[in-house]
């Protein structure tokens, strides 16, 4: 989905694209999305969802929820007591998520809808987690502080915010072999391989979230980050 090989690298997609064009490829995909991307991308997203330590009889939201893997141990951790809400742009990913927890025997558990981002179709203070993986650094610059500013409007005072991206490399550290080749692709061919990593932790702490952690991890060489933060107490 970013600067890896996966879904959206596999095929060149755009992050600047349009919410209509993000959820035509994500359709395609949808039922093979797992066998694309689903092993690199499991080890950091189970990561963050270590951070998140959710508790039981806590109500969740997981933004970009594609194939439901996320959201199945969302829903146990949070325990019959809790619940868990999650968006995404693709309704063929909704349909993937939808069997995946009818299966688990959880849908009674999680309310899932189909809708592009931003804004969040949630009141303020709903949540007291967000989840968010190898979704964020799809949004353009200007849409992805749009994003983290709804998730701190939905999160309650003190809620937990957890996210896992592509990350830049950092100060001292050299590419690798496959990072070169990548960005050597993106120069030379940004309208076919547009997709970048960031700097999760800067973007969120501009957002106003506080006690901001960063865990590095890789992902066949490229750098990734499993960012965890708080919204201040009120």
Excluded: N
């Excluded at 019959?80 to 999650?86: A, L, N, S, T, W």
């Excluded at 701190?152 to 996210?163: A, K, Y």
């Excluded at 501009?206 to 490229?222: D, H, K, N, P, Y």
Aim: proline share 6%.
């Amino acid at each position: 989905m970013t600067e890896q090989v996966t879904a959206a690298t596999l095929t060149g997609m755009d992050p600047s694209a349009s919410h209509s064009d993000t959820r035509t490829f994500y359709d395609r995909i949808s039922s093979v999305y797992d066998l694309i991307a689903d092993a690199g991308e499991h080890a950091a997203r189970d990561k963050g969802l270590q951070l998140l330590h959710v508790q039981p009889g806590e109500r969740i939201l997981e933004i970009g929820y594609g194939t439901g893997r996320a959201l199945v141990d969302l829903a146990e951790a949070a325990g019959p007591e809790g619940h868990i809400d999650g968006i995404d742009v693709s309704s063929g990913m909704h349909e993937v998520a939808s069997k995946r927890l009818a299966e688990a025997g959880l849908a009674d558990r999680v309310t899932i809808r189909t809708g592009s981002v931003p804004p969040l179709p949630w009141p303020d203070d709903q949540f007291d987690g967000v989840f968010m993986s190898f979704v964020l650094e799809l949004f353009p610059e200007a849409e992805m502080k749009e994003v983290l500013s709804e998730t701190f409007r939905v999160l309650r005072p003190q809620g937990r915010l957890s996210v896992v991206s592509m990350a830049t490399v950092q100060e001292g550290e050299h590419d690798s072999l496959l990072e070169k080749t990548y960005k050597w692709l993106h120069r030379h061919f940004p309208h076919i391989i547009d997709c970048r990593p960031i700097d999760a932790a800067e973007v969120i702490r501009s957002a106003g979230f506080c006690s901001v952690q960063e865990e590095r991890l890789e992902i066949w060489t490229l750098p990734v980050a499993a960012v965890t933060a708080r919204t201040p107490a009120s």
